[in-house]
């Protein structure tokens, strides 16, 4: 698999420099303005899903510019959403209304993937990541504020937490990608990857159906969004992601929930076993008849596990 991984990522590689040149665009996600625009068309789309007022931000950093939608009372704690690869912060909308009656919420649009945040146009190392998050915690001063990340964002989540100065006070974790272990059922998860360098109609469909126990609770416009969002360039990031060792997850102390799907492709029992065994305060649990995409699999069941855990 690694091998059938690092040959792709070379093919990828290879062909992008090919688009650079002939188009003089040089976007680290879009391979045209065009693309871009074709994408940030279906975003507003997706983001119609919001039922509940919200407002966009779009926050200077060293790295580039972060887009950031947030929703709930001013006032409220704070939590931070981080969604997964390729999904952008539009994918919160089976739970942004459970999530902001008592949370002042900021979901963040990661910089080198399809969404609204806009790179400088460099890939970002593991530490690069946390001084960019940090730089968005500081401008809208978050202090012990609380996290959940799905998939790539519970990854990049148990990033920030594993940090000396974390300001996180809890952590939820939903299906968490390459955090405890390696993607599980490696054979199911070929037709998202072949997605991105041969996109196709079958495989698309292919994908919704490993990912999901359920492709008709998701929405068109949504099913739309992410079509074209892996249509775009693989994200950079997406070689770095490794398994954290045990010594690294026995830095967690704060409070940590973790929900996977009983059918979820990327994560096994094994995986809440390691995250027992290394994080002093886990709770876990398999949510039934849910795959990966649990949040909308399973969305009243998720957003009742979570609010009991995060509290008032």
């Known amino acids: 698999m690694r091998k059938i991984l690092y040959i792709f990522g070379l093919f990828f590689f290879l062909s992008s420099c090919t688009i650079f040149k002939k188009n003089k665009y040089n976007d680290l996600v879009f391979k045209s303005r065009a693309e871009r625009s074709h994408y940030i068309s279906a975003y507003n789309k997706s983001l119609a899903l919001w039922k509940i007022p919200y407002s966009e931000e779009d926050v200077k950093t060293s790295f580039g510019t972060a887009h950031v939608i947030l929703s709930g009372p001013k006032d409220a704690p704070a939590l931070v959403l981080l969604h997964g690869m390729n999904a952008s912060s539009t994918m919160w909308f089976p739970n942004i209304e459970a999530l902001s009656k008592n949370r002042r919420v900021y979901a963040i649009d990661f910089l080198t993937e399809p969404g609204k945040s806009v790179s400088m146009g460099k890939t970002l190392s593991k530490e690069e990541i946390v001084l960019w998050y940090n730089e968005i915690f500081k401008h809208y001063k978050l202090n012990n504020f609380e996290i959940i990340g799905a998939s790539a964002g519970a990854w990049y989540g148990v990033l920030l937490a594993i940090q000396d100065d974390s300001k996180i006070k ?18 199911k998860s070929t037709p998202a990857i072949l997605m991105k360098f041969f996109p196709s109609k079958k495989k698309w469909d292919k994908t919704l159906e490993n990912f999901s126990t359920d492709p008709k609770k998701i929405p068109m416009v949504f099913k739309r969004q992410s079509y ?42 094994s995986g809440h076993k390691k995250a027992k065994e290394t994080l002093s305060n886990y709770k876990g649990e398999v949510i039934p008849n849910a795959g990966h995409f649990l949040t909308i699999d399973q969305k009243e069941i998720v957003n009742k596990k979570i609010i009991a855990f995060l509290g008032k």
């Open 170 to 187: 809890k952590l939820v974790l939903l299906g968490p990608a390459q955090t405890f272990e390696n993607i599980d059922e490696r054979g």
């Open 228 to 269: 074209l969002a892996y249509k775009t360039k693989i994200g950079s990031n997406f070689w770095k992601m490794q398994p954290f060792s045990n010594d690294e997850l026995k830095k967690i102390n704060i409070p940590v929930l973790v929900l996977t799907g009983d059918k979820d492709i990327i994560n096994s029992e």
